[in-house]
């Protein structure tokens, strides 16, 4: 009885119904024998784990739709090891304050592994666009407000452990957390699984491994000369001596550059790659003071499994980081709030329970439909044009055409599959050939990717 009685506060209790242990308590076994199958009389209740993009856009979806909303980040006040780069369009469709914006990057260099440099923007961007750079503490910080200024509870906490008693049943999960080293635990009904690259709702789940690639950033204060070089110019590298399967970059940010590699395939190089990348930007951050070293995992592809009964994974967790740009803070935000809106349709604003089934209509297909293509594309890209010199130094002669760099920043600025003309696209398609037979790689890709 009395284990019915703490189950049920747990889930039924108003808010916020937190279950606080003393320091020595461990939290006790919870006797999930009560079903819910019926939420009549309360709201259905949501755990989202993770304040980063993701889970701050699902968060303030589902908060605003009517679902009881609990929002677990450990630490809110630490910045995510992140370029800070965005798509032009996320400004409009996430309404974020242009004040947020640290700089409007309108020219991008390329540079080849003969240091080949092409000029991408200047040329072809209109007057009003360019790549917001922002700093990831400012961003994630402006989201976890909005989603509590939607109803949304904030809870600055671990979360240590999640009890679930049977994925096919509709008995509530228990999130165990700690809250200032104090444990704590709540009964919900659903969780999404927002919390990175080293997700543990993505064990719990049993959601199955994906390869990763770690990339590597400094950041690096400039003497006011030489950030002035870098004040709308963000930098690209290619080249083995800067990573054997990714870009090496130079951003720009409020105060300083972020400059930094990544890799899959020599992880354990990662150091050399980054002295490759500071070498090639010798001159350019001469007299420049590190101010911080940060390393993270960056996903490789989506996870076998996404959804598990009443739990779902998006953004980092779920793996939704595109190939070759390495691009997730847009995905990461997407997929949150599509998660949060199918939770909000199938339960009919918070007054049913959902289902596995509901998960899996109304948000993974709904996102394979829409972004499956874009991610086996730029996957196919990578291994192109990624894999060898010869081959970076075809995508750099390609970059160079304007035909391509509308195209690129179309797709890239808008998340739209850009319209090309008939014209163009014969002509992109004869100078890829073109660039790859002069880089002689053509032949060697066709054997590799048995087209
Ligand atoms: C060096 C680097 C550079 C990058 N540059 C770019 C770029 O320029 N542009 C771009 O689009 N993408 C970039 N990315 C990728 C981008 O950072 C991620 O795709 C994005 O952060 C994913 O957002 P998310 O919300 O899914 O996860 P995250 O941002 O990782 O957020 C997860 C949150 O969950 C919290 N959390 C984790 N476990 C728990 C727990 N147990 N309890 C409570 N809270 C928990 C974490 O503290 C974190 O705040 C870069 C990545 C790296 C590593």
């Known amino acids: 009885m009395a284990a019915f009685t703490l189950a049920h506060n747990l889930l039924f209790a108003p808010t916020p119904p937190l279950k606080t242990l003393k320091p020595h308590q461990k939290p006790k076994p919870h006797n999930l024998t009560i079903t819910a199958t019926s939420i009549s009389g309360r709201k259905l209740r949501a755990a989202v784990i993770g304040g980063g993009p993701a889970g701050s856009s699902a968060a303030e979806v589902l908060a605003a739709g009517g679902v009881e909303t ?227 995992p960056i996903p490789e592809h989506p996870r076998p499994r996404r959804v598990r009964g009443r739990v779902a994974l998006v953004g980092d967790a779920a793996g939704y980081v595109t190939k070759c740009s390495g691009e997730g803070i847009y995905f990461a935000a997407k997929s949150g709030r599509m998660c949060g809106e199918a939770i909000v349709k199938a339960s009919e604003g918070g007054e049913k329970m959902i289902s596995e089934e509901d998960l899996k209509r109304e948000y993974l297909r709904e996102w394979d439909r829409k972004y499956v293509n874009t991610f086996r594309f730029l996957d196919l890209l990578q291994r192109v044009f990624y894999g060898s010199n010869a081959g970076r130094e075809a995508l750099v002669e390609l970059c160079g055409d304007e035909y391509v760099q509308r195209m690129t920043f179309d797709s890239y600025l808008y998340k739209k599959l850009a319209a090309g003309d008939r014209w163009g696209d014969v002509k992109l398609v004869l100078n890829t050939f073109g660039s790859l037979m002069r880089c002689k790689v053509l032949g060697r890709e066709m054997e590799t990717l048995k087209l």
């Open 70 to 296: 609990f929002l677990f980040e450990r630490s809110p006040s630490t910045a995510k090891p992140c370029g800070g780069a965005i798509p032009l369009c996320m400004i409009d469709e996430f309404s974020i304050p242009l004040h947020l914006v640290d700089r409007h990057v309108t020219r991008m260099k390329i540079i080849s592994p003969s240091n080949l440099t092409v000029d991408f923007g200047s040329r072809t961007l209109k007057s009003h666009e360019f790549i917001p750079m922002l700093r990831r503490e400012v961003l994630d910080s402006f989201l976890r407000s909005r989603a509590q200024s939607n109803g949304a509870h904030f809870i600055t906490g671990l979360v240590t452990d999640i009890e679930v008693p049977d994925f096919s049943s509709s008995k509530p999960y228990v999130i165990h957390h700690t809250i200032n080293n104090r444990k704590q635990s709540l009964a919900v009904d659903l969780i999404v699984g927002a919390d990175g690259a080293n997700s543990r709702v993505a064990k719990i789940i049993d959601a199955g491994n994906y390869s990763c690639a770690i990339a590597f950033q400094e950041r690096i204060k400039l003497p006011d000369e030489k950030m002035e070089y870098y004040h709308d110019l963000a930098e690209m590298y290619v080249g083995n001596d800067v990573s054997p399967d990714f870009y090496a970059w130079v951003f720009p940010k409020c105060d300083h550059v972020a400059v930094g590699t990544g890799t899959v395939c020599a992880r354990q190089n990662i150091k050399v790659y980054q002295r490759g990348i500071r070498e090639r930007v010798r001159e350019k951050i001469k007299g420049g003071k590190v101010i911080k070293v940060e390393a993270h």
